[in-house]
């Protein structure tokens, strides 16, 4: 069975990049991880060099961007403090640092009402779906170690779309969820989850909520996968 760790130096922008994630965490005794869409997209396709790199760690989210954004001579990070997560704008492509964390809601929106610093363990849990709920370490100590809770992995090989949490619980959370519930299906070839179907009509009338230009940009998103393959 192939290592993580092999698949990851099979990618030249993974390789490269966790490399320096690595020496960093080590420097500052960090855990960081390769997280959600970027493990996930690895795992369909170890060569892709398209591969958004997601990084989440347990800790400060936006002192370990400006740390990093330092070793690879990126003068200016983009923080977003609300959700302790940074984006670092390498010239090659964009990097995105988060802080492990819990998130709470209230009914009237979509962004969380409260945001904990917390772990791995509770990071992977609030994620929209099992596939995007996967995570790598990046530590020296434990290269390459997969964090899987909820089956991701089993769940792409299977071409099923369904969520780590209650469904009703995700999509009211998050209604946006739904739209990209869609987009996952018909980008990845994927089939809705039965129960994860149902729950999309019942929470339907919450996507009010949200606001147009997000489903706009959502709408696109779907209207711009072709023949149900990856990008």
């Known amino acids: 069975m192939t290592l993580i760790k092999d698949i ?12 320096v994630i ?6 500052i005794q960090i855990n ?14 170890p060569l892709a060099e398209s591969i958004d790199v997601d990084i989440m760690v347990e800790g400060d989210g936006i002192d370990f961007a400006e740390k990093l954004a330092r070793k690879i001579n990126v003068p200016k990070i983009v923080p977003f403090k609300k ?8 010239k090659e492509y964009e990097i995105e640092v988060a802080s492990a964390r819990l998130e709470k809601y209230d009914e009237s929106s979509r ?3 409260e945001v904990v610093m917390s ?10 779906f099992t596939i995007n709920a996967m995570a790598v370490s990046l530590n020296k100590e434990n290269f390459g170690e997969f964090f ?8 792409l090989s299977n071409k099923i779309l369904r969520t780590p949490l ?38 339907a009338e919450r996507i009010t909520i949200v606001s147009q230009e997000r489903k706009t940009n959502e709408l696109l998103k779907i209207l711009g996968t072709k023949n149900h393959l990856l990008d």
């Open 8 to 19: 990851i130096n099979q990618n030249k922008r993974l390789a490269k990049i966790s490399k």
């Open 22 to 27: 690595s020496e960093l965490s080590d420097e």
């Open 32 to 45: 960081a991880f390769l997280v959600g869409g970027c493990v996930r997209d690895l795992m369909l396709n």
């Open 83 to 90: 959700f302790a997560t940074a984006k670092i704008p390498f």
């Open 111 to 113: 962004s969380p009402s």
């Open 119 to 128: 772990n791995i363990e509770d990071d992977l849990l609030r994620r929209d």
């Open 148 to 155: 899987d809770p909820f089956n991701g992995m089993e769940d």
């Open 166 to 203: 209650d469904s009703d619980t995700t999509f009211s959370d998050d209604p946006l969820r739904m739209m990209r519930a869609a987009y996952f299906a018909s980008k990845l070839s994927l089939d809705i989850d039965p129960s994860c179907l149902e729950s999309i009509k019942n929470n």
